[in-house]
């Protein structure tokens, strides 16, 4: 079945370290997207790609890089320079005819 | 900006129930709006795809509809079960090169058996 997964489900991260998620999908989408949730806050947009090797900051990329050297994958990296990066991370892709998302990946600073 | 609006924040209604949640966006000038519903803790499952072309779309016990002019959209669903349980999210994409989804904050509705 095609779909998108995002890997691992939880991940702990310490203080001042660089922390990478994970995201393929094998439905053939052009455009990936990260989106980063807050309780109280919705979705908001980090990160997107619409083609292979080019990507586009979002809302709130401060602190987070991605790379985009294949079309099913978008990884997310996390850096030392994100002060707050306890959240739940879904990612996306979509070919003109709405979002797939993925599981997700709760970030938890410890 | 785009802005989008859910109504209510929270829902509890006995099963059996029909309801409707709402949907609000400012700017009229949209691609399409997409239903989710997220469990706790998961990943976001779409239920329902608008095109700004389309007054409706209807998938089971599912309804949305869309009025672009006055920037809503409604979600109707039928005689309610408790595994309808879950966080529903509106989303407008509004193209033209935007590149994102805008989301509402969502409404957690809860049916009691």
């Known amino acids: 079945d095609g779909g998108i997964t995002q890997s691992p489900k939880y991940l702990f991260r310490k203080e001042g370290q660089n922390v990478t998620l994970s995201c393929e999908q094998n439905l053939n989408h052009d455009a990936m997207y990260w989106y980063r949730q807050d309780p109280g806050q919705g979705l908001r947009l980090i990160y997107y790609s619409q083609i292979v090797n080019d990507f586009q900051k979002g809302d709130i990329a401060e602190g987070y890089s991605v790379s985009r050297e294949k079309k099913e994958s978008f990884p997310l990296t996390v850096t030392s320079a994100q002060k707050n990066p306890t959240a739940f991370y879904l990612c996306?892709?979509?070919?003109?005819?709405?979002?797939?998302f993925g599981s997700g990946t709760r970030l938890t600073v410890v | 900006k785009q802005e989008v609006t859910q109504i209510p924040a929270a829902l509890s209604v006995p099963e059996g129930e029909n309801l409707v949640l709402n949907c609000s966006f400012t700017d009229s000038a949209i691609y399409n709006l997409q239903w989710f519903r997220q469990d706790p803790g998961k990943g976001l499952t779409s239920l329902l795809l608008i095109q700004s072309s389309q007054r409706e779309q209807t998938s089971g016990r599912l309804n949305a509809s869309l009025d672009k002019s006055s920037g809503r959209s409604t979600l109707y669903i039928a005689a309610s079960q408790p595994g309808d349980s879950a966080t529903y999210l509106c989303a407008v994409d509004s193209g033209a090169g935007s590149y994102q989804l805008t989301f509402g904050k969502g409404t957690k509705l809860s049916v009691i058996p």
């Open positions: 996306a892709s979509e070919r003109g005819a709405g979002y797939t």
